[in-house]
């Protein structure tokens, strides 16, 4: 069964911390992973998107990595900000070449305080 | 600010009841996606359409339904609605038929509430 397992379902830091969320899947054939960002009552948005052939990639202080091997990815965000409060959703394409097959985590909810 | 747009912003109705939500894709965007966003189960992709067409299908019910006019705009139609339809529907668009590594563009949502 195609899944995708977050973890941890909700995180409290301080401003400035560094953090780091994780999502595991189950999702076969796999095409590419997202992460996005829900603020509260609004649509997510896009961060990353990556296939299986990249490990990293960066958007701003906010670093994806994937491992494909393990099926692991992971949301590494540097120096959080008040506004980084928000859900943080993990999404993988299980399609092929001309179709969509969308599997959602059920996100990470991350609070930041002062 | 997306660029997609969605109306109406709330809706109340009571079950048993029909109603319609609109969504106005990005300009250009050829490809409109509906998502339903429940508070215990996340979001689930429901259907997609690229140029009028349907494209892909997800937990969609038989009670609802959705078109792509020659406009690109996309209704999502819900009908004999019951309690566990209230949720927010949130409507994207994109250039491309798949989302391969194509960003998807959100729009601000409909919150629906059954009584």
């Known amino acids: 069964k195609n899944q995708v397992e977050q973890s941890p379902q909700s995180l409290i830091i301080l401003e400035g911390k560094n953090c780091t969320l994780q999502c595991n899947y189950t999702v076969s054939p796999f095409s590419n992973l997202r992460w996005y960002k829900q603020d509260t009552g609004r649509g997510p948005v896009s961060l990353t998107i990556?296939?299986?052939?990249?490990n990293t990639k960066s958007n701003g202080r906010y670093t994806a990595t994937l491992d494909a091997d393990t099926k692991q990815s992971s949301l590494h965000i540097t120096a959080s900000q008040l506004s980084d409060s928000a859900s943080y959703i993990c999404?993988?394409?299980?399609?092929?070449?001309?179709?969509?097959?969308?599997?959602f985590g059920t996100g990470t909810r991350l609070q930041v305080f002062p | 600010d997306s660029g997609v747009t969605q109306t109406p912003k709330h809706l109340i109705t009571a079950t048993g009841q029909r109603v319609t939500l609109r969504c106005s894709p990005r300009?250009?965007?050829?490809?409109v996606y509906w998502y339903q966003q429940s508070l215990d189960q996340g979001l689930q992709f429901l259907i997609q359409y690229y140029n009028g067409e349907e494209r892909a299908k997800g937990n969609i019910l038989e009670r609802f339904s959705a078109q792509q006019f020659p406009d690109l705009h996309s209704e999502l139609n819900l009908s004999s609605l019951e309690l566990g339809d209230s949720a927010l529907y949130f409507c994207a668009s994109s250039v491309a038929p798949t989302g391969r590594m194509d960003t998807q563009y959100f729009g601000p949502g409909t919150r629906l509430t059954v009584l």
């Open positions: 999404v993988v394409n299980a399609g092929s070449y001309n179709t969509d097959k969308l599997i």
């Open positions: 300009s250009g965007d050829l490809s």
């Open positions: 990556m296939t299986f052939s990249e």
